[in-house]
């Protein structure tokens, strides 16, 4: 199915559970800890500078918001996590409202979009949404972003510890990203698309 991320629209934001959208429509789940960069990776694939908020205050954006593209599919921006300075009140509140969206949107996940830093390791909230995209059953790309921060020679290890430390086997997709550049984008998007058929 071709599919057009510039005819990218905003439709909602969902704080509570009541206002998820289930309307059959594949979903795309993007997620990834605070500053990785995942607005920007967003903001890539739609072409456009601004459709999802970069540098919006960290932590306070515990609310899902649904991008519709080309009418027939979500692009589903999950909140950012792992950010330190976040309350307890705030982080309790992340995990429930995740909770119920792996739990009732399971059948409409068509594929999970983990975000990491192609510079780290994972981290020990990169392994846990790891595990509830995998636990969920919907296929999960992984998009290691901010390569244009690495040189040459560091890319094949960095992405070696990544696969490591996800225990990815050699089927699961990593695609190595730049926001910044567009490196990626291509075969993210023909991957999300092969997703839908
Ligand atoms: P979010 O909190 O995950 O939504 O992250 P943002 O999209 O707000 O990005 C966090 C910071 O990382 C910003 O300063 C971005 O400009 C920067 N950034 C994001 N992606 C890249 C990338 O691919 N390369 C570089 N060099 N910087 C990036």
Known sequence: MALNFNKAEFVRSAGTPKDFLRDGLPQ???AGRSN???????????GRKNMAYVGASPGKTTHINYFK????????????YGYAKVSQAEKERWAKLMETYFQQESESI?????????RHKPTANDLTM????RQSGCPEIIV????DKLKKREIEPAI?????????????????????????KDELIRVLMNACE
């Open 28 to 30: 795309f789940a993007f």
């Open 36 to 46: 990785v960069g995942k607005s920007s990776v967003i903001n890539r694939l739609v």
């Open 69 to 80: 593209i080309d009418q027939r599919a979500y692009l589903v921006d999950l909140p950012g």
């Open 110 to 118: 068509t594929t999970g979009v983990l975000i990491v830093d192609i």
């Open 130 to 133: 790891h595990d509830w995209f």
């Open 144 to 147: 290691a972003n901010k390569l």
């Open 160 to 184: 070696a510890l990544i696969r490591e430390t996800l225990e990815l086997t050699d089927e699961d997709v990593l695609i190595p990203f730049s926001a910044e550049k567009g490196d990626g």
